[in-house]
């Protein structure tokens, strides 16, 4: 009896160290980045000057692992990983026909993966510079050795935003924004973040300042309000020197400003709001609602009468920069969870 009381807590022992142990290591090779942090850039002789015209697009590519047939469990659905490499590789080829045509003089990626299981170890960042053609600055928000939930697991995750251009970019910096995971999520959870640039406005002292961000999703609206407090406070500073400041990405928020479309089901991701009045003095949102930014991922995309579906994605401008137009560009989710959204726009002398 002894003998077997003996083994059976060798047994119980052995289950429950390896998670305690696979749990010390996560911890111990935890993603941990700095306040701040340089990244690489290309520097290009393409210049700017008050008065020029400039066209932007914000696009989530949702690492090119959802295509209008996919669902995701965190939105509630059922899927995990996309159903090969190759739907992978046809979402981002799709992907990459999208930002060729519309043509941008700045694109801000988010969901670009590195070297991902889930996009099956694809260096999409470096796929989009070799079919657009302009170079890219890469900001890590996700990165983690191995995700072990749900079954199958997401396994090893290196993803983040990237921005590319062939504007004069003299600095690419890494803005850390606070973490909104508890602290039994934090090892294995996004490490957020903004992707700053600065590309000089020449004729003047003062610079273009664009922010490629992607805020969080999953949490409450304590900790949205944390983010944006940083994001607020940067381009605040910014402004104050005289800057034009650009930011777009994917808010994880509705606008209120918008009619946004109604939703067609309270069972899915339902995100938080944002109004200008929450923006620093001299700054405003530039959204449209022509066309859903997004949609959920509970189940398949069917049509934006019948799915639940969110405009969450789009630009907050200084007031040295002109407005031209606004757009939500419809490709009916054919490729990502998102729809891309273009900005034109004019830097006033």
Request: aromatic residues 10%; proline residues 5%.
């Given at each position: 009896?002894?003998?077997?009381?003996?083994?059976?807590?060798?047994?119980?022992?052995?289950?429950?160290?390896?998670?305690?142990?696979?749990?010390?290591?996560?911890?111990?090779?935890?993603?941990?980045?700095?306040?701040?942090?340089?990244?690489?850039?290309?520097?290009?002789?393409?210049?700017?000057?008050?008065?020029?015209?400039?066209?932007?697009?914000?696009?989530?590519?949702?690492?090119?692992?959802?295509?209008?047939?996919?669902?995701?469990?965190?939105?509630?659905?059922?899927?995990?990983?996309?159903?090969?490499?190759?739907?992978?590789?046809?979402?981002?080829?799709?992907?990459?026909?999208?930002?060729?045509?519309?043509?941008?003089?700045?694109?801000?990626?988010?969901?670009?993966?590195?070297?991902?299981?889930?996009?099956?170890?694809?260096?999409?960042a470096a796929y989009l510079k070799s079919s657009i053609g302009e170079d890219y600055s890469f900001a890590c928000n996700y990165n983690v050795v191995f995700i072990p939930y749900p079954i199958p697991p997401i396994g090893k995750v290196n993803s983040g935003l990237a921005t590319y251009t062939d504007l004069n970019v003299t600095e690419a910096v890494r803005y850390a924004l606070p973490d909104t995971a508890p602290w039994y999520m934090s090892m294995g959870y996004l490490k957020r973040c903004l992707l700053v640039e600065r590309i000089p406005?020449?004729?003047?002292?003062?610079?273009?300042?664009?922010?490629?961000?992607?805020?969080?999703?999953?949490?409450?609206?304590?900790?949205?309000?944390?983010?944006?407090?940083?994001?607020?406070?940067?381009?605040?500073?910014?402004?104050?020197?005289?800057?034009?400041?650009?930011?777009?990405?994917?808010?994880?928020?509705?606008?209120?400003?918008?009619?946004?479309?109604?939703?067609?089901?309270?069972?899915?991701?339902?995100?938080?709001?944002?109004?200008?009045?929450?923006?620093?003095?001299?700054?405003?949102?530039?959204?449209?609602?022509?066309?859903?930014?997004?949609?959920?991922?509970?189940?398949?995309?069917?049509?934006?009468?019948?799915?639940?579906?969110?405009?969450?994605?789009?630009?907050?401008?200084?007031?040295?920069?002109?407005?031209?137009?606004?757009?939500?560009?419809?490709?009916?989710?054919?490729?990502?969870?998102?729809?891309?959204?273009?900005?034109?726009?004019?830097?006033?002398?």
């Amino acid at each position: 009896m002894k003998k077997v009381l003996k083994v059976i807590g060798i047994v119980l022992g052995i289950i429950i160290l390896i998670p305690v142990a696979f749990l010390a290591y996560l911890r111990i090779v935890m993603y941990d980045p700095e306040s701040t942090e340089e990244l690489e850039f290309s520097s290009s002789t393409r210049t700017i000057s008050a008065g020029t015209d400039l066209s932007v697009l914000s696009f989530n590519i949702g690492y090119a692992g959802y295509n209008k047939d996919e669902d995701f469990f965190m939105d509630g659905g059922k899927g995990v990983l996309p159903e090969s490499k190759d739907a992978v590789l046809e979402n981002l080829a799709g992907i990459s026909s999208i930002i060729t045509q519309e043509d941008c003089d700045i694109v801000f990626a988010q969901e670009v993966d590195i070297d991902s299981h889930r996009s099956y170890n694809i260096n999409e960042a470096a796929y989009l510079k070799s079919s657009i053609g302009e170079d890219y600055s890469f900001a890590c928000n996700y990165n983690v050795v191995f995700i072990p939930y749900p079954i199958p697991p997401i396994g090893k995750v290196n993803s983040g935003l990237a921005t590319y251009t062939d504007l004069n970019v003299t600095e690419a910096v890494r803005y850390a924004l606070p973490d909104t995971a508890p602290w039994y999520m934090s090892m294995g959870y996004l490490k957020r973040c903004l992707l700053v640039e600065r590309i000089p406005v020449e004729g003047t002292d003062h610079e273009l300042v664009i922010v490629n961000q992607h805020l969080e999703a999953y949490t409450d609206e304590v900790n949205r309000d944390m983010q944006m407090e940083v994001l607020c406070g940067l381009i605040e500073e910014e402004y104050e020197k005289g800057n034009y400041v650009l930011v777009g990405g994917d808010f994880n928020q509705a606008f209120a400003e918008n009619n946004n479309p109604p939703l067609r089901s309270e069972t899915g991701w339902l995100p938080g709001s944002i109004s200008a009045e929450e923006l620093p003095e001299g700054f405003s949102l530039a959204v449209s609602d022509n066309a859903p930014s997004c949609r959920s991922l509970e189940e398949p995309f069917t049509d934006n009468d019948t799915s639940q579906v969110y405009i969450i994605d789009g630009f907050i401008v200084s007031d040295n920069i002109e407005v031209e137009s606004v757009e939500i560009h419809d490709h009916g989710f054919e490729y990502s969870d998102h729809n891309p959204v273009r900005l034109q726009i004019r830097l006033k002398p």
